[in-house]
């Protein structure tokens, strides 16, 4: 892809685009070339990390923070959350970030995996987190949000968005992922749609279960008393979009990767 196109920045409608900087860049207007093109934003995949350093300033230009402001950390598929000022240890390994500092902005970086951004417009706090299966098995997004509730915000004023990543179309899993989830919520019915079933696919090649994410974060912000209005869960998938995102299971670990920021505006 190399510099073809412009960026893309998906945004959300329950989050304030005047208080906050938000959103979830597609893959393309950026210098990385082959499997990584073109918007790249990990060099943790082979990618050349000048290639990458540009691209981060080019999402930071076309979004309007200051690049040098950004705040991401490596995720490990937990539920640590690190409130962004706060000294970070070594390694600095969270999967979730809180602030309610002006400029800041907090990064969550995704190929598959949810890229999820909270937001409490009256008390301007904000968050980010990182879900993969395991980490939405351990309730990061629900951490993060009590994460933030400690610094002054409300449940019942967040608002959640979740970003372009794997949907219950494609995510296909095994019976120990089928049991943890089950384990996890078991306030949902079997006709919830957390587990679909494969007779109930479309397709199915396999005959294995799929999972879907989205419901199940949506299921442990409502646990906490977030308002269901205030969840926008119904992103593209990446797997079935290769012309507008990086996917893991789509591409392998050769692949390039996403990132979810927001921030509040000083």
Same mark, same amino acid.
């Given at each position: ?10 945004? #959300?409608? *329950? /989050? ?15 210098? #990385?070339?082959? $499997? ?5 934003? #990990?060099? +943790?995949?082979?990618?050349?990390? @000048?290639? *990458? ?13 200051? @690049? ?17 000022? &706060? ?13 309610? +500092? ?20 009256? @008390? ?20 993060? @949000? ?19 990543? /794997?949907?219950?179309?494609?995510? &296909? ?8 989830? $089950? ?12 587990? *679909? ?6 397709? #199915?090649? $396999?005959?294995?279960?799929? *999972? ?18 205030? /969840? ?17 299971? +789509? ?16």
């Amino acid at each position: 892809m190399g510099e073809d196109g412009a960026i893309r920045i998906l945004r #959300s409608p *329950v /989050i304030p685009d005047d208080l906050f900087w938000h959103g979830f860049p597609e893959r393309t207007g950026g210098v #990385s070339e082959g $499997t990584w093109g073109s918007l790249n934003l #990990s060099a +943790r995949r082979g990618d050349d990390p @000048a290639k *990458v350093a540009e691209n981060f300033r080019r999402v930071a230009k076309a979004a309007g923070y200051e @690049a040098e402001k950004l705040a991401v950390t490596k995720h490990v598929h937990g539920n640590r959350v690190w409130r962004v000022g &706060e000294p970070l240890p070594e390694p600095p390994e969270f999967d979730g970030l809180v602030s309610d +500092r002006p400029g800041a902005v907090l990064g969550a970086f995704a190929a598959d995996c949810m890229p999820v951004l909270f937001a409490d417009p009256e @008390a301007r706090i904000c968050g980010a987190c990182h879900a993969g299966w395991r980490g939405t098995v351990a309730d990061v997004g629900a951490e993060t @949000a009590r994460q933030m509730i400690e610094i002054g915000a409300a449940a019942e004023r967040i608002r959640v968005a979740i970003g372009p990543s /794997i949907g219950p179309c494609c995510f &296909e899993v095994g019976p120990e992922v089928v049991a943890a989830f $089950t384990r996890a919520y078991p306030e949902l019915s079997p006709d919830s749609g957390l587990i *679909v079933p494969p007779d109930s696919q479309e397709t #199915s090649l $396999t005959k294995k279960p799929h *999972v879907d994410l989205r419901r199940a974060m949506r299921a442990q912000l409502e646990r906490i008393g977030i308002d269901p209005a205030h /969840i926008d869960d119904a992103p593209p998938c990446t797997m079935h979009n290769p012309e507008r995102f990086f996917s893991y299971r +789509r591409d392998g670990a050769g692949g390039g990767c996403h990132m979810g920021f927001i921030g509040l505006r000083d």
